[in-house]
């Protein structure tokens, strides 16, 4: 199983985070598509899996949700898609290290946002509503409880709840790089993706499904809905820019970046 150091990993994701900006748009919002549909794949898998556990089984089965959950990020990273919380990562320690120009990270960042709703929002509502998986019990009363969790958080709760998430979801696509063959992917993705799902923290890509769902069933609204959205995003994009990226970026390849006096001697000679 190959394995890459992490100052290696370091570059592999600024060679990701160069290719996933440099995207056309048309290729950006179809894996986009794709990268929304796959999670909310994963989610609506963990829903069907615990809706009909008996209630004394306590925590087991949670991590029996959180074992199967990450399904739609080994779908992204092997089959190939664009995630938004993923690229908060690669993109971002690109731009940093001076691939990726600011206004190329946010549009990318901005079309990925777009396309993964599109993607959770078509799963929530052709395989949740139309096709009924979120809407008959007991997995209706599963989809509406964790919802409603998720609904009930104040702004800082969903914040911070946001950072939490996306620190484990950014470290589960840096670990991605480290391997070479897809077994050491998936075991790479599997864990912390897992551990984030378990502990519960707030994935926006996530609710895009979840919460969507509840309200196609009839519970919520749209304005508790981007309520929601907005501390998820802005924590989201903490943990992944600054407690991954931009952490590895200064451990690993800040030193390597060239000096303003040697870009200028560099220009002179």
């Not at 399904?71 to 938004?84: D, F, H, K, S, W």
Request: proline content about 4%.
């Amino acid at each position: 199983m190959g394995y890459h150091p992490p100052k290696k990993m370091a570059n592999l994701a600024v060679e990701a985070g160069k290719t996933k900006a440099e995207l056309p748009l048309q290729s950006m919002l179809l894996l986009g598509f794709l990268g929304g549909a796959f999670i909310a794949i994963g989610y609506l898998l963990a829903i069907r899996v615990t809706g009909n556990l008996p209630e004394d089984w306590g925590s087991f089965g949670t991590f029996l949700g959180a074992a199967v959950f990450p399904l739609g990020l080994i779908l992204v990273v092997v089959a190939g898609a664009e995630l938004l919380t993923g690229n908060m990562v690669a993109v971002t320690i690109a731009c940093l290290a001076k691939k990726v120009r600011v206004h190329k990270l946010l549009a990318n960042w901005f079309w990925i946002t777009v396309s993964n709703f599109i993607g959770a929002l078509f799963v929530a509502y052709v395989f949740g509503h139309l096709v009924g998986l979120t809407e008959t019990d007991p997995y209706l009363t599963k989809t509406i409880a964790t919802a409603e969790h998720k609904l009930e958080e104040n702004f800082w709760q969903c914040f911070f709840s946001g950072i939490g998430c996306n620190w484990l979801v950014g470290l589960a696509v840096w670990l991605s790089y480290g391997s070479e063959d897809i077994s050491g992917k998936i075991l790479a993705i599997w864990f912390p993706i897992m551990g984030f799902v378990a502990i519960g923290f707030q994935h926006v890509i996530a609710n895009m499904f979840i919460i969507p769902a509840a309200i196609f069933a009839g519970h919520g609204n749209w304005m508790d809905y981007f309520q929601n959205f907005i501390p998820v995003f802005l924590g989201n994009a903490v943990g992944g820019s600054l407690f991954v990226a931009m952490i590895y970026w200064i451990a690993y390849l800040k030193a390597d970046s060239p000096t303003l006096s040697n870009k200028k001697a560099t220009y002179k000679a």
